[in-house]
T-cell receptor, first 112, second 115 residues
Framework: TQLLEQSPQFLSIQEGENLTVYCNSS?????LQWYRQEPGEGPVLLVT?????EVKKLKRLTFQFGDARKDSSLHITAAQPGDTGLYLCAGGAGTSYGKLTFGQGTILTVHP | NAGVMQNPRHLVRRRGQEARLRCSPM?????VYWYRQLPEEGLKFMVYLQKENIIDESGMPKERFSAEFPKEGPSILRIQQVVRGDSAAYFC?????????????FGPGTRLTVL
């Protein structure tokens, strides 16, 4: 059984601060997705990374896939209140076609 | 370009009734996935379907739950004789094809409440 450990579970910071969310596993994933979920809505895809060591940037968000494809991180620079939400990482294993394994999520609150 | 559509958005059922949740994938997508999000828990995979075929149902409870994706029309997740423990948010996702990136796009979910 593949597991994804996401940390921290809760993060409360002030506007302008930087933060990093981690997603770790003992298993290798063929791809790693990051989603953001608002209350009462479905997860919205932020990025997909597929290559070990890959780094992708989306405005103030930087995503990294570990060299061994077992871990990933999401870094937000100069957080804003609009970044508040639930962030989820999800791993695809390639051979387990279609089955994404999700982390528990990180609830981020950015205070003005 | 419409995204994944789910209905109803909210569903209330009494214990013992049946719940039917519908999902229309994004245009051009032929792969559908169902996930369940229980209170205070993460998203858990339930089932993966292609048109008229169940590919992987390893996450489905053995009893009372079934899913289909007919040739025409939306995918349906059916829960018979619901119990309070079935109360959760059920999400449908779709993808264009089986791909190495595994990218899936999610619908807004159906919140099921069992009284």
């Amino acid at each position: 059984t593949q597991l994804l450990e996401q940390s921290p579970q809760f993060l409360s910071i002030q506007e302008g601060e930087n933060l990093t969310v981690y997603c770790n596993s003992s298993s290798v994933f063929s791809s790693l997705q990051w989603y953001r979920q608002e209350p009462g809505e479905g997860p919205v895809l932020l990025v997909t990374v597929v290559t070990g060591g890959e780094v992708k940037k989306l405005k103030r968000l930087t995503f990294q896939f570990g060299d061994a494809r077992k871990d990933s991180s999401l870094h937000i620079t100069a957080a804003q209140p609009g970044d508040t939400g639930l962030y989820l990482c999800a791993g695809g294993a390639g051979t387990s076609y279609g089955k994404l394994t999700f982390g528990q999520g990180t609830i981020l609150t950015v205070h003005p | 370009n419409a995204g994944v559509m789910q209905n109803p958005r909210h569903l209330v059922r009494r214990r013992g009734q049946e719940a039917r949740l519908r999902c229309s994938p994004m245009k051009g997508h032929s792969h559908v996935y169902w996930y369940r999000q229980l209170p205070e828990e993460g998203l858990k995979f339930m089932v993966y379907l292609q048109k008229e075929n169940i590919i992987d149902e390893s996450g489905m409870p053995k009893e009372r739950f079934s899913a289909e994706f007919p040739k025409e029309g939306p995918s349906i997740l059916r829960i018979q004789q619901v119990v309070r423990g079935d109360s959760a948010a059920y999400f449908c996702a779709s993808s264009m094809a089986l791909s190495f990136t595994d990218t899936q796009y999610f619908g807004p979910g159906t919140r099921l409440t069992v009284l």
